[in-house]
């Protein structure tokens, strides 16, 4: 089972920061968080990810919390391109990736 | 550019006949991987590969088996298609366990 909680769905306005949110309370010290999308009939991109603090490349940025129970993916100037099933997940070496269901990003004109 | 190309992107054969689904990355990454996708139950791993003739099992490797030759390619083998296997398959590679892992384009196969 996936150790993350996000929402089904959210909308955001072209143009517009996208904030993804995710919880992860029963993370553990030396897991990290990753990010993936999954643009309709592709394969999932990776994005970004982190352990403690908060990461940023030229795709996004990670928040992840003091406390690591919870992070946010910033897009911060949304696209139509940008809409996709984006994944959160949480792991560490030696245990298998679990994509959950995912939040599914409507970028809207 | 990483690249993970595989064999076909759209697969159609019956049931019980033998499925060589193949992948291939041309980044020499130690890690490579195999997944089906199915709507409503997210993506779920059948086998992983650490290392050229290493397999492992992922959480359904029932009906699924693989091999790895060669270090940049890893194959997905149905030895005899079901129509529950009617799926999309994605192949993944990755340069170290905790290293984010690139996606093929998928291959959706559907068996009658």
């Known amino acids: 089972d996936a150790k993350t909680t996000q929402p089904p769905s959210m909308d955001c306005a072209e143009g517009r920061a996208a904030n993804l949110p995710c919880n992860h309370s029963t993370i553990s010290g030396n897991e990290y968080v990753y990010w993936y999308r999954q643009i309709h009939s592709q394969g999932p991109q990776y994005i970004i990810h982190g352990l403690k603090n908060n990461e940023t490349n030229e795709m996004a940025s990670l928040i992840i919390t003091e406390d690591r129970k919870s992070s946010t993916l910033i897009l911060p100037h949304a696209t139509l391109r940008d809409t996709a099933v984006y994944y959160c997940?949480?792991?560490?070496?030696?245990?298998?990736?679990?994509f959950g269901p995912g939040t599914r990003l409507s970028v809207l004109p | 550019d990483v690249k993970v190309t595989q064999s076909s992107r759209y697969l159609v054969k019956r049931t019980g006949e033998k499925v060589f689904l193949e992948c291939v990355q041309d980044m020499d990454h130690e890690n490579m991987f195999w997944y089906r996708q199915d709507p409503g139950l997210g993506l779920r791993l059948i086998y992983f590969?650490?290392?050229?003739?290493?397999?492992e099992k992922g959480d359904i490797p029932e009906g699924y088996s693989v091999s790895r030759e060669k270090k940049e390619r890893f194959s997905l083998i149905l030895e005899s298609a079901s129509t529950n296997q009617t799926s999309m398959y994605l192949c993944?590679?990755?340069?170290?366990?905790?290293?984010?892992?690139?996606f093929g384009p998928g291959t959706r196969l559907t068996v009658t």
């Open positions: 997940i949480v792991n560490n070496y030696g245990q298998n990736f679990v």
């Open positions: 993944a590679s990755s340069l170290s366990w905790l290293y984010e892992q690139y």
């Open positions: 590969s650490y290392d050229v003739k290493m397999k």
